[in-house]
């Protein structure tokens, strides 16, 4: 299943670079968005937005709370953790925003990194799966080997 996934993900990012080369609206949405500058307000906008949305850890503690009728500490960690991940994707966005630019300037060559990460990713993601799998296998061997089938035999 890992290894599917990951063969998945190279098919997408594949296929939607190839549609990205393809794209003859390109030169409009680089003229729509030319000039344009992210304001700090919608980068808050963004952190606080997705900062709400709980996750479904978050979701099972809030249900926990709720059957131990401890209302107000469920809605209290609901509301501590998604302001936890508003700030933490607020700063990431953020970081990620100022360092691109910069990195770019320095280093042409890391556009071409960029558009190949996905591909290393998948690798990555097929040798966990490839390894798992020869794991798994070597441990159901294992186990076939040191537990003998033994038959009973009843006199009826």
């Not at 003229?31 to 850890?57: E, M, S, Y």
């Not at 508003?86 to 071409?112: K, Q």
């Amino acid at each position: 299943m890992i290894i599917g996934i990951a063969a998945w993900m190279i098919r997408r990012t594949w296929l939607d670079q190839q549609r990205a080369k393809a794209a003859a609206g390109e030169h409009h949405y680089r003229h729509q968005f030319t000039g344009r500058k992210v304001t700090n307000w919608q980068i808050a906008l963004f952190g606080l937005t997705d900062g709400l949305i709980p996750c479904p850890a978050a979701i099972t503690v809030l249900l926990l709370c709720l059957q131990l009728k401890e209302v107000t500490l469920g809605f209290a960690l609901v509301l501590c953790f998604s302001i936890g991940l508003a700030i933490t994707l607020l700063a990431g966005g953020a970081v990620a925003a100022i360092s691109v630019n910069e990195v770019t300037s320095r280093f042409p060559w890391f556009g071409t990194l960029a558009r190949r990460a996905p591909y290393v990713s998948s690798m990555l993601i097929i040798a966990v799966g490839i390894y798992v799998g020869v794991q798994g296998w070597a441990d159901l061997s294992h186990h076939a080997a040191a537990a003998p089938i033994t038959t009973r035999v009843t006199n009826g």
